[in-house]
């Protein structure tokens, strides 16, 4: 049974940052693929960003230049760095692998960016 937390979450001001950090169950390196999913208020679950076993990275758009996905091998982390933190950024984030055609997930933190 895989299992992943998260924890980093919180409350920021807009331009603030926040650093994300999933831990693995086991090693990182058994995934085919980890990531950060976000969804907002009322709107669809998205990929946000995901680092493949191979070291390759995947933004969406909205994040370019302001999010960074790392990983830590030995401590079975991945980050997400979250700068210029905006608005829109407000959602719930979750932690995301793929292994052996079956997804897993962590249970979520809040991430609110607000004023």
């Known amino acids: 049974q895989v299992q992943l937390v998260e924890s980093g979450g919180g409350l920021v001001q807009p331009g603030g940052s926040l650093r994300l950090s999933c831990v693995a169950s086991?090693?990182?390196?058994?995934?085919?693929?980890m990531g950060w999913y976000r969804q907002g208020p009322g709107k669809e679950r998205e990929l946000v960003a995901r680092?493949?076993?191979?070291?390759?990275?995947y933004y969406t758009d909205s994040v370019k230049g302001r999010f960074t996905i790392s990983r830590d091998v030995a401590k079975n982390t991945v980050y997400l760095q979250m700068n210029g933190l905006k608005p829109e950024d407000t959602a719930v984030y979750s932690c995301?692998?793929?292994?052996?055609?079956?997804?897993?997930w962590g249970q979520g933190t809040q991430v609110t960016v607000s004023s």
């Open positions: 995301w692998s793929y292994s052996g055609g079956l997804d897993y």
């Open positions: 086991r090693s990182i390196f058994s995934f085919n693929s």
């Open positions: 680092v493949a076993n191979s070291g390759s990275t």
